[in-house]
């Protein structure tokens, strides 16, 4: 819009300028066609980003009302999850000038959702999801192996987000399996987590960034235990309950990839997102979902039985699946 009103100043202007007989056919052919070269990218913008990708959110739709639906239909018994991503997402999104990165750090034991959830909001915000070109997934196992190698990581790290945010100010950034980041490899972002308005001429404060790790895992289960123990709900515990318990485990866990950061340090995370363990019941909702997804007619015979093939902890209690949802894609429903 701004494009086509500034070729039409600029053409009648230039118009208003000079005397018509002053414009000869090829000037007036030249600045017609310069007109309509602007015009033209003016109007092939909004079609490529229609049926292509541009950089910039998902248009139209409610994400808010999305991200409920979706995190009802296809994530269970996380509560506190779906609370704090939807308010906190929705209120990023909302903010036409936020005073830096949204920051979430996703935290419970594995199969709990935590991929699934950074998906969910990737689905909601880009038009290819994960597979958009300005969302950037880093696996730590695959893309930062070796300790030795910290200080090629850490270049390599800052090299790839300030190009990245670069090109597109409202690129995500997720980073799987922090809990076997090498230390302080993370604090080398610190710099674009924080409220800096421009770093070398860079703003990174529509961005988003989400960790992802297995660390605090088990104080969330002693709390979740607890109130199994005491006759309590899980949808008791309270975010505040948890909160602290979290972000300290993980900031004293030397073999956490946040041990001692600079990030929690400084309070640059917005939210640690706690991930309840998952009962029983919650991996039988798990197997209909996926005997759905897969065109199977829900089998309440089969549901059980492969609920039931699945490990469970405390070895008296037996309370809570070992491995979440996490192996129900791979089940044998025949």
């Known amino acids: 819009?701004?494009?086509?009103?500034?070729?039409?100043?600029?053409?009648?202007?230039?118009?208003?300028?000079?005397?018509?007989?002053?414009?000869?056919?090829?000037?007036?052919?030249?600045?017609?066609?310069?007109?309509?070269?602007?015009?033209?990218?003016?109007?092939?913008?909004?079609?490529?980003?229609?049926?292509?990708?541009?950089?910039?959110?998902?248009?139209?739709?409610?994400?808010?009302?999305?991200?409920?639906?979706?995190?009802?239909?296809?994530?269970?018994?996380?509560?506190?999850?779906?609370?704090?991503?939807?308010?906190?997402?929705?209120?990023?999104?909302?903010?036409?000038?936020?005073?830096?990165?949204?920051?979430?750090?996703?935290?419970?034991?594995?199969?709990?959702?935590?991929?699934?959830?950074?998906?969910?909001?990737?689905?909601?915000?880009?038009?290819?999801?994960?597979?958009?070109?300005?969302?950037?997934?880093?696996?730590?196992?695959?893309?930062?192996?070796?300790?030795?190698?910290?200080?090629?990581?850490?270049?390599?790290?800052?090299?790839?987000?300030?190009?990245?945010?670069?090109?597109?100010?409202q690129s995500m950034f997720i980073f799987d399996e922090v809990?076997?980041?090498?230390?302080?490899?993370?604090?080398?972002?610190?710099?674009?987590?924080?409220?800096?308005?421009?770093?070398d001429g860079v703003s990174y404060q529509e961005a988003i960034f989400i960790f992802l790790s297995n660390a605090g895992a088990e104080k969330i289960t002693e709390v979740a235990l607890d109130y199994w123990k005491s006759g309590k709900k899980r949808e008791d515990i309270s975010l505040k309950e948890l909160n602290d318990v979290v972000s300290q485990s993980v900031f004293n866990n030397k073999n956490s990839g946040f041990w001692h950061s600079s990030l929690i340090d400084r309070n640059l995370i917005d939210f640690f997102v706690p991930f309840l363990p998952l009962e029983y019941e919650h991996v039988k909702m798990c197997v209909r979902v996926e005997m759905e997804t897969r065109g199977y007619p829900v089998d309440e015979d089969i549901v059980s039985r492969v609920a039931d093939e699945m490990t469970y902890f405390p070895e008296e209690e037996k309370l809570y699946s070992r491995k979440g949802c996490k192996t129900i894609p791979n089940a044998d429903f025949d």
């Open 179 to 199: 809990d076997k980041m090498p230390p302080g490899l993370i604090d080398s972002i610190q710099p674009f987590l924080d409220y800096y308005e421009k770093l």
């Open 1 to 169: 819009m701004k494009l086509r009103s500034a070729a039409g100043a600029a053409l009648g202007l230039a118009l208003l300028l000079s005397p018509v007989r002053a414009l000869e056919p090829v000037s007036m052919g030249l600045a017609l066609a310069g007109t309509a070269a602007i015009a033209g990218y003016v109007f092939y913008r909004p079609l490529h980003c229609r049926f292509g990708e541009c950089c910039g959110r998902r248009p139209g739709g409610d994400v808010e009302t999305a991200l409920q639906k979706d995190f009802q239909k296809r994530l269970f018994g996380q509560h506190l999850v779906q609370k704090v991503v939807v308010k906190a997402v929705t209120s990023f999104l909302n903010n036409a000038n936020p005073k830096k990165p949204l920051t979430l750090s996703l935290h419970g034991c594995t199969g709990t959702g935590k991929n699934y959830v950074s998906k969910i909001i990737a689905e909601n915000i880009y038009k290819a999801g994960l597979n958009s070109k300005y969302v950037h997934l880093f696996v730590s196992t695959l893309h930062f192996p070796h300790n030795t190698k910290i200080e090629q990581y850490m270049e390599d790290l800052q090299t790839w987000i300030q190009g990245n945010v670069s090109e597109c100010a």
